[in-house]
């Protein structure tokens, strides 16, 4: 057996504004002070073909599960892994290992995606397939719709010792999702790819409100990289797209609605010194294409102690950057956060 241990430890120092709405019912607000993003530990076990994964984040104070999944690598190009884990998805999202995320946090249509389909930690129960090349990636993920640990909703463990063996939950809809991306060997730090996936769990993360029943939806991305991870390239670009569509369910006057969500998010870093970059990130989000969008721009530099040394770029790490929300809607107040945040990564 080969045991690996591993972490990620993220303290912060931020300083954030909300501006008064401009109908005035909402007043100015500031805050500042000291935090802690991450605080990761993961343990992986390998034995023959066969692996156990877990990860857990103590930066709540309490111990919360991240991951929790077995590994089948049943061929040089093959793997399953069935359990608690991040499948296909859009590539900004969790495939963006925390430990890479270009500036403080990731892209903000990333965030919001998560939080109306999967839930924020952008984990699933399911089984996942993937065929892995020098150049190509392909995965496959059957699961239940949503990241909750809640029996009555994604948990499905029951016993037939039990009063019921579906805990009186009438639901046989599943999720399938899928993921594709192209690097290739004759263009270093290049990657195109893309996301599509349908969820039928109707969870509550698809509510429009907290009072109207949640909807099926289908979910797609699009993306291509000119550097995917800090420190690479002496220029970096990324473009991403990510939309949601929302069907329609039940009637009159508890119908929810469909909806199309959509939206964009533009990249760019210059290596600086020789161990940093400056970065700039710019973002529109529709919550519905039909109505304005919000806005998000971030910009920042990021320092690297362990690349000085001949280390990982990530290992030691030093990030300054400031972010905001402009919301399309006058009546929502205006968000500004100055961040900086060490990290280390052993």
Do not use: C
């Amino acid at each position: 057996i080969r045991l690996r241990l591993s972490g990620t430890f993220q303290p912060r120092f931020s300083a954030g504004v909300t501006a008064e709405t401009a109908d005035g019912a909402d007043d100015d607000t500031q805050r500042i002070g000291f935090g802690i993003r991450r605080a990761r530990f993961r343990a992986t076990a390998r034995f023959a073909q066969f692996g156990v994964h877990y990860d857990v984040d103590f930066g709540s104070g309490n111990l919360d599960s991240v991951d929790l999944y077995g590994s089948w690598f049943a061929a040089e190009r093959w793997r399953f892994r069935l359990g608690y884990l991040a499948g296909p998805q859009p590539r900004a999202y969790i495939f963006t290992s925390h430990t890479r995320i270009d500036a403080i946090e990731r892209a903000a249509i990333a965030e919001r995606w998560s939080r109306g389909t999967l839930g924020s930690r952008g984990r699933v129960f399911g089984l996942e397939t993937r065929y892995q090349t020098d150049e190509v990636t392909v995965e496959l993920l059957l699961h239940n719709g949503e990241g909750s640990f809640d029996r009555s909703r994604s948990n499905f463990r029951e016993s037939p010792s039990g009063s019921s063996v579906t805990r009186g939950v009438d639901e046989t809809p599943l999720a399938v999702s899928s993921f594709v991306a192209y690097e290739p060997d004759a263009v270093p730090g290049f990657e195109v790819g893309g996301y599509v996936g349908y969820n039928g769990s109707r969870n509550p993360n698809t509510a429009l409100d907290d009072d109207m029943p949640g909807r099926d939806y289908l979910g797609y991305s699009g993306h291509v990289y000119w550097g995917a991870y800090p420190g690479t390239p002496p220029i970096r670009l990324k473009g991403e797209v990510i939309g949601i569509q929302y069907f329609a369910r039940g009637s009159a006057p508890d119908m929810a609605p469909a909806q199309h969500a959509l939206g964009y998010a533009a990249f760019g870093a210059v290596r600086v010194f020789q161990f940093g970059e400056v970065f700039a990130r710019w973002e529109q989000l529709f919550n519905d294409v039909e109505e304005d969008a919000d806005g998000f721009v971030t910009a920042g530099a990021s320092y690297s102690f362990s690349k000085r040394r001949g280390l990982d770029y990530r290992q030691e790490r030093l990030t300054l950057a400031y972010a905001n929300q402009l919301p399309g809607d006058p009546t929502r107040a205006t968000q500004h956060l100055v961040v900086l945040q060490a990290q280390f990564v052993f």
